[in-house]
């Protein structure tokens, strides 16, 4: 069955309406996704690469969760049940800590323009890499790069499909976030 998400205006205020997935990015609607950065007390930083089902940048390495908003739900319920889809990770709404809002408008090759609000968030990696289960559909691999890595690889954005270049102030901002959080 097909995830319905809520519509936004270019601002990010809901319209109350939404629409199935394919119908939104085939027309463009404005709609929120939530981000999660996981980091360790180690200064490392978890890296997913998205799978090479995926519609949009397959096998590019980004963020550790991410997924779009369902209808109805709150950005916070969108990340707690992500985290669990894609790396098989429990967590809390209170593990999470909000960094902010961004804009991210795309259109890609294959027809999708993808207009969306990241709601981002960190969070902290309490337990082992190996005990992750990469969801098949999502996610191809997961990674630990310590945060100097991290900063290198958003200087030198796309090498080895690193991120998305038109991104690269959103990575900067994440890997301040991460400095102040690791401290």
């Known amino acids: 069955m097909e995830e319905y998400l809520d519509i936004v205006t270019k601002e990010g205020k809901p319209i109350g ?16 996704t939530a981000h999660v950065w ?10 997913s690469q998205r799978s090479a089902k995926k519609e949009i940048c ?20 969108a990340a707690v049940r992500e ?26 090759k294959n027809g999708i323009k993808d207009n969306e609000f990241h709601n981002t968030f960190i969070a902290e990696l309490k337990i082992p890499i190996s005990n992750l289960s ?10 630990l790069v310590p945060l ?3 900063e290198w690889l958003i200087e030198h954005i796309g090498i080895d499909n690193h991120f998305v270049p038109a991104n690269k102030a959103y990575y900067q901002f994440v890997l301040e976030q ?5 401290k």
């Open 17 to 32: 309406k939404s629409a199935p997935k394919s119908e939104i990015h085939q027309k463009g609607y404005y709609h929120h």
């Open 38 to 47: 996981f980091y360790t007390k180690n200064s490392e930083v978890l890296l």
């Open 58 to 77: 397959p096998l590019m390495w980004d963020v550790s969760v991410a997924g779009h908003i369902d209808a109805g739900e709150t950005a916070k319920q």
């Open 83 to 108: 985290t669990k889809e894609e790396i098989d990770l429990k967590i809390s709404e209170k593990d999470l800590l909000q960094i902010g809002v961004f804009e991210c408008f795309q259109s890609y």
């Open 134 to 143: 990469p969801q098949v559909e999502e996610v191809e691999a997961l990674k």
């Open 148 to 150: 100097e890595d991290f």
């Open 178 to 182: 991460l400095r102040k959080s690791v």
